[in-house]
């Protein structure tokens, strides 16, 4: 009877074996299928960054302009924008010219981004000044008290940046 069992013992270690085999090879491809499926997600989410950049333009021959810029390759969903001059808070931009000029009645263009999706590559201008005169004013005047605008983006995942000029802060918002 040991000759027997003996043989029935090395096909059950045998099959214990492979089993054991069986459910680490399980196991290893279940945790590549899991890895790839994260590198996956990612490159969506990197498909679809927005990158938004604003900067003040100013010479004798174009005027003076704002232009926020995605520089990413998604679209940016704005969600809100804040304007301050020498840390005080405008509520919108003709109050911005009220403070720097004390009035809102001279040639130039005011537009507004917030609640508004930015597509990849494309910029807006949001104030365009054209007359000489008042565009090297205002400029001078931004300058002199320290302006500042934030803009709160995210992308169609919902990942939130604040946007400070040329800087970008991730989850600023």
Known sequence: ?????????????????MAIIAITINLVTVSIYIYQARIMSKQQELAAWPYLEWRSIYNEADGMSLIVRNNGIGPALVKNTEMRLSGEIMVNQDSLFIQL??????????????????????????????????????????????????????????DRWKCKGLEVIEGGC
């Open 101 to 158: 000029l004390g009035t809102t009645r001279f040639p130039h263009l005011v537009g507004n981004i917030e609640n508004r999706v930015l597509p990849a590559g494309e910029s807006v201008k949001l104030i365009q000044i054209k007359d000489g005169e008042y565009a090297e004013k205002v400029f001078h005047y931004m300058l002199d008290r320290n302006f500042e605008f934030d803009i709160c983006f995210e992308s169609i995942y919902g």
């Open 1 to 17: 009877m040991d000759k027997q069992q003996q043989p029935e013992k090395k096909k059950r270690d045998l099959g214990l074996i």
